[in-house]
Structure formats: C-alpha cells, structure tokens
C-alpha cells in the first residue's frame, strides 16, 4: 500500500501551486469567482481530472468503489484490471483519480480558490460515461462550463448501518428547494433526488443565499424539472458523496497549513514587550499542536484516497475518518491561528478572515463530525464486525 504521491502527481500540484499562487492572491479570492481563472485551471486538466478521456479529460475517474469489491480484493476484474494513468503506475492497477484529487484540493484549501474545483469531479464522476451528460463533461474539461451537485440529504442521527447517502453535499430547506454550494454563479446544477434520479435542474429560479463563507457562492435552487439524465443512479450518489467528503477533508488540510504558514510569520513578525511573540513557549506550544494535527490528518486523507481509488470494503469508513480528522484539525488551526492574531485575524480586511471563513462552511459541508463520526462507528460495531482494511494477500 502506497499512500506517498508519486513524483507526477507532485508535479502536478506544484504546477497547481504555481498557477494558484500567481492568479489567486488573497486580492483575487475578495474578487470571487473568475471565469479567466477556470480556463487556465482547465489548461492544467484541473476541471478534467475525473473526466472521460473520450470527452477530454484526463481519464482518472470512474475507478472502483467500495460496493465493486471484487472476490480477490482488487476491484471488478480482479488484480490485472485498470488502466494507464497519472503516476505511471502498471496497468494492472485501477485510475487513481482520488488520489490526484487529493493532492489539487489541497493546493485550492491552501489558495483559498474560490471556483467549485472539488465539485467539477464530483459531477465527472456522477456522470461517469453517460451520453446524456456528453455535453457537461466535455464543457468541464475545456473550461467551458462550471457545475454546482446537490446530493440527497438525510437524517443527521443515521441508523446502525450508514447508507450510501449518509455524506451529503447540501442541506434541503425548504423541501424541493436545496441549498447548493456554488449554485449562484455555475452554469449547471446536478441534482439526485431521493428517489434516485440524475437530473440537471432546470429553468427554475436560483435564490442567492448569504452564508458564512461568500465564495461558495450558497442558492436555492427550485425544483424546475430539467432533462433527467439517469435514474436509480443512488449507488453512483453515494459514492460521489464519498469522493467529495475526501475531497473536502483534502481541501481543509491545505487551508489549515495555510493558516498555520501565515500565523507563524505573524508571530515572527509581531513584537510585544521588545522581542517577537514567536519566542513566547505558549505561543509555540500552540502553533506546534496545530501543525501536529495538520500532519497527522493528511495520512488519513491520503488513506480514504488510496481506499476510494482500489475499492476497498472500508472505503466508506475510511472516507469518514478523513472528514472527522481533516475537520478536527483545520479547526484547531482556525481557533489557534486566530488567538495568535487576536482580533485583528477576525476581520474582513485582513486575510486570515479567508480561510476562516473556507474552514467554518466547509467543515460542515459534505458531512459534519458528528455524521461521519457515526458512520465510522457504525462500522466498526456491524453485526458482521468492521469492513476489511486491506485487500487480502
């Protein structure tokens, strides 16, 4: 089992890094959504990552999930299916889209990218080869268009055994009106009900909704019917759902090291009493705890990857755990990084605000702690005893 990121999958978030870090300064991220900015993240394959390769993507997508776990452990096909992919992996091995995922959310976590980057491979991977959604993912894959998911939503206390919507993307409130991350500037919204269908919704009204983090860009969306894409395409929600809570915790882990980057050269910097407040050990103490649970979420993110990518049993609980770690600790950094600063990190002209923000909306988004929390120990307390961990040898 391989959890480091292969030496394409570093180039590709260095390049990420670099394009983010010349076109999404914190100036950028107050200016909000950029159509500019998407095209050139479309140049780097970004908005492809998880689309066919027939529509112009990269490919990576449509690997196997948890409920194909073949009878060898290694997905439908056994150990000699997969493909060639981003890594340069055998072909004997399964797209490792998660996984290259992983490694570009991070750097949009730690950019504070304001475009639905994590929700353009969630619909690539909703739509997987559809004809009927042909048109959206070649739109994804040029730059074209942006797509906003609304996913069911369910009871937030799940039953003994999690279900496959247990994560969801939006809350729906009102009925038939779900509140959708970045539905107030994309071009496309694609939306589940709870019966199972794939539809893109249709003409009906969008409604702006402030939220506490103004680049996610939060609407209602009516129920206007629209051209219904696939049905019983539950199974298919779930695991979407499961990608974006990896995708999500990735996100958090980038925005937490940013924070934790950005509040170490405060301390630095800041002098109280004659010397910096960096020398102060309560000071220290602090920001070294942040930084200890940024390192040790990141494995676990990588793990859920790694899970989701090869179609482990424990795909879903190991999807969970992320969200719980990556949460936990993008909050830590969020009260820390903000103590550090005092008041002045609260405020909307000084820029720790930014991932503030990102880190309040997006831990609650795609699952909160208590939900995965829940389906972590439905799991491990199944009658059946807790999934398998690892393919067998």
Known sequence: MRLAPTPDEQLFARTARELLAARCTPADVRAGFSRDRWRALAGIGATGLLVPEEYGGLGLGSGPGADDYGPDGYGPGGHGSGRQHLGGRRLDEPPLGAQALVALTEEAGRACLPEPLLEAAVAAELLGGLSEGADLLRGLAEGAVTVAVSLPAQDPAPGPVP????????????????????????DHVLVVTEDGELREAGAGPRTPVVGVDPNRGLARVADGGG???????????GKAARLGAIGAAADLVGAAAAMLERTVEYAKGRVQFGSPIGERQAVKHRLADVLLAVEFARPVVARAAYAYDHGLPSATRDAAMAKVFANEAAGKAARG??????????TDEYDLSLWLRRVWALSAAWGDSTRHRAAVAADLFAPGGPSRSCPPR
């Open 227 to 237: 051209r219904v894409l696939a049905r019983e395409w539950g199974e298919a929600a």
């Open 337 to 346: 990084c903000l103590q550090v600063h005092g008041a002045i990190g609260y």
């Open 163 to 186: 279900t496959s919507a247990s994560v969801p993307a939006s809350v729906s409130e009102p009925a038939g009106q779900p509140l959708v991350a970045h539905a107030a500037h994309a």
